[in-house]
């Protein structure tokens, strides 16, 4: 039976930004199992009804159903236990922080740094439901929450333990990337997909590191079409 | 043989504020390891001179001299492999990120709100010592480094991973505190030792986390001297 990943995809069915389905597409090359894509926008709740679910990632495995990034990595260990992603045990438990990390800490920063791009690189079907989801979340008008100067500054300080890590070691786990790589990588790919910006000076360890990531697995980030590779598409 | 540990001490002899120490403090209750501490201050270079190094922790354990808390923490699980604190591979690898994350992300934010105090408690010999060389680190006088309100506000986003994970689980390490949470508490202890500040709400995971730390290993962290126990030292 086919492995299927429902994959958002924004103004072109080709770009596919969203971070949590990049941590998956990097875990289920990282185990070397072949997925399909289906792309899938924001507003399509229909098609993700048999999974219970309205949101994705959404992982079709044979029979199983997974949904959410982190619970789709456990599944993978679970069912293919070579090449381990999370690990067991004290290893799994750190892990999860990386999520936090990414999703606290660097995603809220970049955000404030893409959001206008990241509209722009959105459905235009999608867009309302974008921002008026964003809205409420935020508190306020898109165009009042982005600020570049603002999101870079806070993400320059997000970066600090993972500059400090990655000036001793190649990947955050180690000499070969796993779970912690992937799971904080999904961010860069999410703002590398959607906008231009240059998040990081390319001085920087973490610059390094992107570029590493970029490469694994015959080039799965590099290959990625990008809002800038979409003729008129990015202003 | 006896396993001695130099600590730094401050104002009074039995006030240890040092993070560093600290960690290694608590990685030794954590191995059941008995240890005898010699309080140091931060200007007797001369007493470390036989490790070739001008800093604590320094740990003398028989024949063996280690300096710097990871690498104390990594002799021990090697030299005590039961109980571990870091582990091997990529759980060891991910454990160094928190390391970063406690030094360069908290650490930092907790400075700029404490610094004032933290000189306060520190032994008047080594005073002229603390200002000249953080001074020179911080590029500013400390006053003008010093600002509660700032650091505050530091420290809240840079809390923010580890209040996500501490929602999910009791410890950074899972059920029980390991060497995640033992990289991250020293700066806890380090804050709690020489200031009353209230550095994060007790309706805050990382409070609940914070007094649960406090207990561990008989009470460790709860039973250490602060500045407010000395009389006629705090302002």
Redesign the interface.
């Known amino acids: 039976m086919a492995r299927i990943l429902y994959d958002l995809h924004g103004i072109d069915e080709g770009l596919r930004f969203s971070p949590y389905c990049w941590r998956v597409k990097y875990a289920l090359a990282h185990k070397g199992l072949d997925v399909e894509t289906r792309p899938w926008r924001f507003t399509d709740k229909e098609a993700l009804a048999f999974a219970g679910h309205d949101k994705v990632p959404v992982l079709v495995d044979g029979d199983e159903v997974v949904t959410e990034s982190y619970d789709i990595l456990r599944y993978l260990d679970r069912a293919y236990p070579e090449a381990?992603l999370l690990?067991e045990?004290?290893?799994?438990?750190?892990?999860?922080?990386?999520?936090?990390?990414a999703?606290?800490?660097l995603a809220p920063a970049m955000m404030r740094t893409i959001i206008m791009d990241l509209l722009n690189a959105i459905h235009p079907g999608d867009r309302d439901y974008f921002r008026e989801t964003r809205e409420k979340r935020f508190g306020r008008a898109l165009e009042e929450f982005h600020s570049p100067a603002k999101g870079l500054a806070?993400l320059d300080?997000?970066l600090?333990?993972?500059?400090?890590?990655l000036q001793?070691?190649d990947?955050?786990?180690?000499d070969a990337p796993?779970a912690?790589d992937y799971l904080v990588f999904g961010s860069f790919m999410w703002a590398r997909c959607v906008s231009s910006a240059d998040l990081v000076s390319n001085a920087d360890p973490v610059y390094a590191w992107v570029e590493r990531m970029l490469d694994q697995h015959g080039g799965l980030g590099r290959r990625a079409m990008r809002v800038t590779d979409i003729e008129g598409a990015y202003r």
Chains 1, 2 share one sequence.
């Open positions: 381990p690990g045990g004290v290893a799994e438990a750190r892990a999860r922080f990386f999520k936090h990390y999703e606290r800490s806070q300080a997000a600090e333990p993972l500059r400090g890590h001793e070691s990947y955050l786990d180690g796993a912690a």
